[in-house]
């Protein structure tokens, strides 16, 4: 299934006008009645999520009728819909509102995020900023780029490689479980400044544009993480140093990494994140670095 450039542009102009509709109206305009619990107090959807998610997908069924349609919200009533993701001829996945918490408590960070997949394999993403406008667009094997409300586009590149206490990176560890979740938090110490947005779209636009060298995820769902699975331009891997010092885990217990390799912005294999994680004393072998 190819997707077109008309088509790319199709999906970027439906999260900006979604965002434009559904989501800014409502930021700092809900009432109780519009935010409800899913999981727990910080696991939350509200009427922004529901109504965005809705208009996305309606809007995909019109222009893509054959294709799959899956939405975070929408999982809760039909859960196959994941599964077939890695069979589907063309599909979508969509996060209306990622980093809901942040949205209901006022905080302007948050984001859209649209992917687009073929067969599971994630071959465009879309990340948007409803707040300042801004959507980074990338397209597997053509890099990613930075579109600002004006118009003005600018092609992005990742860091470059550093050593440890040089590096700029977040790791997610609300999911976590004792004792991963102490010993990862104290090894972040080791890095020069880590950040938690509590935004996946946020971490990926850092890490896209080089602002951050990694981001980790204790749990990975498809509408958080489809959406940067597309292969960008620029950078090398630059894990060593953290498979080293900064996580060193006992085991392989499901985390999944973001850091910047040749050619590509992509999580790692599972291969690749036991190396990542688990711990390492002796230098890193050149196979293990590139």
């Known amino acids: 299934m190819i997707i077109s450039d008309q088509d790319i542009l199709f999906l970027g102009d439906c999260v900006r006008e979604t965002a434009r509709a559904e989501i800014m109206p409502r930021f700092r305009n809900l009432g109780a009645a519009d935010v409800s619990e899913k999981t ?85 993403g879309i990340i948007h900023d409803p707040v300042l406008g801004d959507t980074v667009t990338a397209i597997r094997g053509a890099g990613a780029f930075l579109t600002r409300r004006d118009g003005q586009s600018t092609k992005l590149k990742v860091a470059e490689p550093a050593s440890l206490n040089q590096m700029v990176g977040g790791l997610s560890w609300s999911h976590m479980d004792e004792p991963d979740r102490a010993r990862i938090c104290a090894n972040m110490a080791k890095i020069r400044m880590t950040f938690a947005f509590n935004c996946s779209a946020y971490e990926y636009w850092m890490v896209a544009s080089g602002k951050m060298h990694f981001i980790g995820h204790a749990k990975l769902m498809p509408w958080d993480h489809h959406g940067r699975r597309a292969r960008a331009s620029g950078g090398r891997r630059s894990y060593g140093e953290i498979r080293r010092h900064a996580l060193s885990p006992r085991r392989d217990d499901g985390w999944h990494h973001f850091c910047a390799r040749p050619g590509e912005l992509a999580a790692h294999s599972a291969r690749d994140r036991r190396h990542l994680i688990q711990a390492s004393p002796e230098r890193p072998k050149r196979e293990d670095l590139t």
């Open 40 to 124: 727990s107090a910080i696991d939350l959807v509200t009427q922004a999520d529901l109504l965005a998610e809705h208009r996305i997908t309606a809007a995909l069924r019109e222009r893509f009728p054959a294709a799959l349609v899956v939405g975070e919200e929408a999982y809760d009533a039909d859960r196959s819909v994941v599964p077939a993701l890695a069979d589907a001829e063309l599909a979508f996945v969509i996060d209306p509102v990622d980093g809901t918490f942040n949205f209901a408590a006022g905080l302007p960070v948050f984001g859209t995020m649209l992917a687009v997949t073929v067969r599971g394999e994630t071959v465009a």
